[in-house]
């Protein structure tokens, strides 16, 4: 009997901003490179993730939520996210089982129409609701969209993400191992950490804050002790927010350098020195040029 062919291919994950495509990637590669917020619209850009095993690779892309958007930084989010509908194998529609359906699920459920890419249904945060309430919501889905699959999961505790993984892979085609087997990203290490600050000043500073963040990494070296020296630049668009971000005596900077530095410790293996900065660009969400300075691509497949 001959052996079973290697498969790979492409997954695009799409949903409304905070129903867990982030929590759910970094849960299947065991480690951190899309950042998790519990404020909407924390990712901006597709997030490659890869998982390999010895029957198969599957590539993974974290998209921005869906949302309406009110600059260009949003624009840029919505055509990631219609972009990674094309020419992919899979499509996760990933829903917050815990919540009603709402007009952002109505909105993908017409993107995702015309498609012909198997479609699966992704109820997360099954820890949250009743089996009655799931299979209702299970109804209401099915309704309004034929799905390929059904797959119920909890990203945060990881119920269920097993069997998710098997059936994905049931839709890939025989393919090559696109990245070496040890790979989990095709970011570069910049663009992760950048994210990984970003992360964290988002989880420190207030609601008006966050979407006005961006970051730059604009040195990352290694000393002759193996030490990585990052520096890195907080940016906002007001003075107002460059003080909630500095804090009193600089104790927010600190906290959100030490709580940063932890998580680049993590992904690099190595000890880190980091310094920050912090700036500001006024408008800068509309302003495409700076938008890609921050490395933030709206190139497609």
Do not use: C
């Not at 869906?66 to 992919?88: C, F």
């Not at 012909?116 to 109820?123: E, G, R, S």
């Not at 085609?173 to 950490?193: A, K």
């Amino acid at each position: 009997m001959s052996e079973d062919k290697f498969k790979s291919g492409f997954i695009s994950i799409i949903g409304r901003p905070n129903v867990g495509k982030s929590t759910f990637m970094n849960k299947v590669l065991g480690q951190k490179i899309a950042i998790m917020s519990d404020k909407p619209q924390t990712t901006r850009n597709k997030v490659q993730g890869v998982y390999t095993t010895k029957e198969s690779q599957m590539i993974f892309i974290d998209t921005p939520g869906i949302h309406k958007p009110k600059h260009q930084l949003g624009e840029h989010m919505m055509k990631v996210a219609r972009n990674t509908l094309k020419e992919t194998e899979v499509i996760l529609f990933i829903i917050n089982a815990a919540e009603e359906i709402g007009r952002g699920d109505e909105y993908i459920i017409d993107m995702l129409k015309n498609t012909k890419t198997p479609i699966v249904l992704v109820l997360n945060k099954i820890d949250l609701v009743h089996p009655d309430g799931l299979l209702k919501q299970i109804d209401v889905y099915k309704d309004k969209l034929e799905f390929s699959d059904v797959v119920p999961i909890s990203a945060l505790q990881g119920n269920n993400v097993e069997t998710l993984l098997e059936v994905i892979e049931n839709y890939l085609p025989e393919g090559p191992m696109y990245y070496p087997e040890d790979r989990v990203t095709d970011h570069p290490e910049h663009f992760i950490v950048s994210e990984l600050i970003r992360e964290k000043a988002l989880h420190l500073t207030s609601q008006e804050i966050p979407h006005a963040i961006g970051v730059e990494v604009e040195k990352m070296k290694a000393d002759k002790g193996d030490k990585i020296h990052v520096q890195a630049v907080i940016y906002v668009e007001r003075e107002s927010q460059k003080g909630m971000v500095i804090g009193k005596g600089g104790k927010m900077l600190k906290e959100i350098g030490q709580l940063a530095r932890q998580d680049i410790e993590n992904l690099l293996g190595s000890k880190v020195y980091l310094e920050l900065w912090v700036k500001v660009q006024k408008d800068w969400r509309n302003k495409s040029n700076f938008i890609r300075s921050l490395g933030y691509k709206d190139d497609e497949y």
